[in-house]
């Protein structure tokens, strides 16, 4: 994907899977490129409309979610771009788990039942739901891996004060619950997710892509009460199916090891995949982005001019 220039541009950052340009030092344009991470390594292939994917869910589920919330979105002038506002992060992500898997169920499966300070219950088996979701944050690692922190440690490290971080997590809940909602209607459970927060003038404002298949887990909630019962693997919904396909090809981001080989098959699975996701989320019919580089360009610097009128 090309990098752009836009007018007024103050900073350019290259994520793992998006170009954040930042504008006048107020705003951000965030473009969903095609490419795509697992175990914190950038696969060498690029995914045909996983950024638009991936942009159109955060951008519906942000639209869905801001009464419930503030958001920085102002608008998304293409399918795989969105301009925001520019907001002051927490470096906390904020994990929130309705039931027993990922990274939860191994810490429990070790015998552990304390994650992040927070108790899990005994009895439970791997996808069970908790009783109550559970907040179990990490802090954003400037390098490497994100790390388990608990609510003390927050306080105590100033990464919030108190009352932000009360706000934070009333937030965090309402809009799992929200997210637990839109599942169901499209026959979905939102297993777990992340979300981070920032601050604008003040207030705590809700940032980045929510309840994507990159944030998030989703189940089928159709047999999964049967699957449970008979200790079965549930079906899930993200982009666990990746994850899978490297371990089984030997990589895992260890030092030393080569990112598999990816065929031109294995290339338009995933994608198809992704478009999947798309429809079974969101309910709506995957119109793909016909739009060239150009077009994408001209269209956010249009955006932006309708937001800074005064600014040639």
Not at 10 to 24: A, L, M, P
Not at 75 to 89: E, F
Not at 110 to 135: A, H, N, T, W, Y
Request: charged fraction near 25%; proline fraction near 5%.
């Amino acid at each position: 994907m090309a990098r752009f220039d836009f007018p007024n541009q103050t900073n350019f950052y290259q994520g793992k899977v998006r170009d954040v340009y930042t504008i006048d030092n107020t705003l951000l344009v965030m473009i969903a490129s095609d490419r795509i991470s697992a175990f914190d390594v950038i696969l060498p292939r690029t995914i045909p409309y996983k950024g638009q994917v991936l942009n159109s869910i955060a951008a519906y589920m942000l639209e869905a979610t801001k009464d419930l919330c503030p958001n920085w979105l102002i608008s998304s002038p293409t399918p795989n771009s969105s301009i925001g506002h520019k907001c002051q992060p927490f470096k906390i992500e904020v994990v929130v788990r309705g039931n027993l898997c990922g990274h939860a169920w191994r810490t429990y499966e070790s015998g552990q039942r304390i994650l992040c300070g927070v108790l899990m219950p005994d009895g439970l088996k791997e996808s069970d739901p908790f009783p109550q979701p559970l907040i179990t944050p990490s802090t954003k690692a400037e390098a490497g891996h994100d790390e388990d922190i608990s609510e003390e440690e927050i306080l105590r490290q100033s990464l919030a004060t108190e009352d932000e971080w009360k706000e934070i997590k009333q937030y965090a809940l309402a809009l799992f619950e929200r997210g637990r909602e839109m599942a169901l209607k499209q026959g979905l459970i939102l297993a777990d997710t992340k979300y981070e927060f920032g601050k604008r003038n003040g207030r705590i404002v809700l940032m980045d892509e929510i309840h994507t298949p990159d944030s998030s887990r989703y189940f089928y909630a159709d047999g999964f009460g049967e699957r449970q019962q008979r200790g079965e693997k549930q079906k899930q919904l993200s982009k666990e199916f990746v994850r899978e396909w490297l371990i089984q090809n030997e990589f895992m981001g260890k030092q030393g090891q080569t990112v598999p080989e990816m065929s031109d098959e294995w290339v338009e699975t995933i994608s198809n995949k992704y478009i999947e996701l798309y429809e079974k989320i969101t309910g709506q019919r995957f119109e793909p982005m016909t739009l060239d580089e150009e077009e994408v360009y001209g269209r956010i610097v249009e955006a932006l001019d309708n937001l800074h009128p005064h600014s040639h």
